[in-house]
């Protein structure tokens, strides 16, 4: 007899858009609903559906406060090419509800329909799917992705837990679970003598160590360790019991982060560097008695410069051990943790140091010019007061010749300021330098740029920079610069900020190229030119940013100008920008966002497949423009608007290109007029 439980995942059936609505937009009647159907003839026969979770990613919810989506069964069947309002089929209540709060939206969001989908599972001819709704008055919309978008990781599914019945052949029953980055197998067996072996596989998927712990519940309904394994990123452990138990589990005690600082005379909490669920007991212990930690609460004390191995072990059981290190430096000091070493400055820590070392600089100014010419990782201690501050008398602040290895073993800054050099950060050098992560960096005040990619025109290739929670604002010529010949590839940057500068982001072609990006959830306000700048741009999602006050001096001013030339583009996605006060600089040609591909004259671009989905655009000349003033572009083609706010414009949606826009269910507010232009 086997009894198989697993967790599975199944795609939706969905209409070619890559939206999913439901509410009314604006005005009474227009309305939309999703219809929804699963198909579960996957799960195997005789089996036990145990939950089945719909996930939606919310990415537009249009009234403040909570609003109800409301789940009803379909009586009739739908073909999702030909289904519209109008043909849908009649529905009947299920008393299934979700509420979606602000917090949900750029969020997954769960709906449990497993009364649904045991239904179906054992009727598979009453399943004709289901209907979402949601509150069906003004401007309630609430919007989630479908499988058509272009995005996978925020596809919907349906997530199904089920147990094979009596009909499989096995003696086992099977659960895969996960914890973290811990992959969890469980296979119970009954023995000769009816003891029940309960056998766990534990798989480290992640970057650190960590502790599985397998815990059995007693009679009194209370949780016991019994033993441990440690488990290594890439290894697989297995652990197993006979205990007389009412049942058994495995808990992760994991390491979040292998090495943590702190100030000299502070405290940590070991508690906060660790991934422990199901909060196993520990105690803990630290190798260096300046670094004294209470073996009950893992508070540790810093009462010197230097550094700490802090053990954690399960309070209950002997067994493995896992550990982290903790660091401490005083001002003006630099400390190669990885060989132990203290340095007067940071380039003295660089030189020294093997590929792979991870440098931690203290509090201070540190009037440098660095040079990066391997590949480490340089932790500063805070980008703000207070903080690593470099801020040389003259030149770049940190020159990188040499970048990471790969997408893992990645050049590493985090943590420090640079301002008042002539390029914050630049790129530099025949070694291409790609695989750099710079996080929680301030690239301030410098006198051209912030960022600077400046390879040599001979080795022009960089690939992979990842940019997060950083500030490259208030520089005299941009917060991002890419030159006319470098060609960058896999560019993510994320809640970051690019203000006061004269360009946020600027993007020159020729041979450039910018492919595969990524910029989401960050600011470019108050940059005087333009908030954006491109003439390279492929691949790209553009999401969830905010640009206001951007493009306010100079002829053709904007908050984002997509101008591409030098080459033939693709797939430019611009999802739920709020875009405002932007471009007022040239009251004629001035816009909140422009879209061009420039095959006028000598600059040869083509762009094809451009999305503005979402977001705003309001307070400019122009709310958004397709093609360059007087030159009768033949691009963008294959262009569609949707979904988008455009409000207090002279000009809402404007086409000045020979090719026609398409453009639906847009809301129009106080625009001199609403569309200039070919659309349909």
Known sequence: MIRLSLQVILQLHSAVIPFLYVGEYVAPGDIYRTLLKFDLSVISPGSDIVEALLKLYIFRKDVPGPEAIAIYLNQSDFNQNTATYSNAPAVTPTGITKTVNDADVNHFISIDITPLAQQWYANAAANNGITMIGPENAYSIMGSYS????????????????????????????????????????????????????????????????????????GSSVWVDEKSAEVSPGQTKVLSTTASRLDER????????????????????????????????LTFSSDNPDFPVDPTTGVISINNAGSAVITVATKNIEGPVV?????????????????????????????????????QVGPGNYPENVTIDRRVTLNGSGSGVGGTIINPAS?????????????????????????????????????????????????????????????????????????????FSNNVTAGFRVPTYAQVSNVTIQSSMFNGNAFGILVFSGTAIFNNIHISKSTFNNNTSKGMYYEALNNAIISNNTIDSS??????????????????????????????????????????????????????????????????YSNAPVGIRFGETGQNNNYPTDTVVTGATIANNGIGLQNVTTVTITQNNNTFINNGIDTVGNFN
């Open 147 to 218: 499988t058509n978008f272009s995005n996978s990781d925020l596809y919907p599914f349906l997530e199904v837990t089920y147990q094979e019945g009596s009909s499989c052949n096995s003696d086992m029953i099977n659960e895969v679970t996960q914890s973290g980055d811990y992959i969890i197998n469980e296979s119970n067996t009954l023995l000769l003598g009816q003891r029940i072996l309960g056998t766990f596989s534990v798989e480290n998927t992640g970057f650190t160590n960590g502790l599985a712990v397998l815990q059995i519940l007693n």
């Open 250 to 281: 495995i808990s992760i005690v994991g390491i979040i982060d292998p090495v943590v600082s702190g100030a000299v005379g502070g405290t940590l909490n070991a508690n906060d560097n660790l991934f422990n669920p199901n909060q196993v007991p």
């Open 323 to 359: 550990s982290f290190t903790v660091i401490a430096i005083g001002s003006n000091s630099v400390y190669n943790q990885t060989q132990g070493t203290f340095y007067t400055t940071i380039q003295q820590a660089i030189n020294a140091a093997n590929p792979g070392d991870v440098i």
């Open 395 to 471: 030149g770049v602040g940190i020159s990188i010749s040499n970048g990471g290895l790969n997408s893992t073993n990645r050049l590493v800054i985090s943590d420090l300021q640079v301002t008042g050099a002539s390029q914050g950060i630049s790129t530099t050098g025949n070694n291409q330098p790609s695989f750099i992560t710079l996080s929680n960096v301030s690239l301030l005040s410098n006198l051209d740029n912030g960022l600077s990619i400046n390879i040599s025109p001979s080795f022009p290739v960089m690939n992979d920079l990842i940019i997060t929670g950083s500030n």
């Open 551 to 616: 493009g306010t001096t100079g002829s053709f001013a904007a908050g984002i100008d997509i101008n591409l030339k030098h080459g033939n583009y693709q797939n430019v996605n611009l999802i739920n920008n709020m875009v405002t006060n932007s471009g007022t600089g040239d009251p004629v040609n001035g816009a909140a966002a422009v879209i061009k591909g420039r095959n006028d004259g000598t600059n040869n671009g083509t762009l094809t497949g451009v999305t503005v989905s979402g977001g705003t």
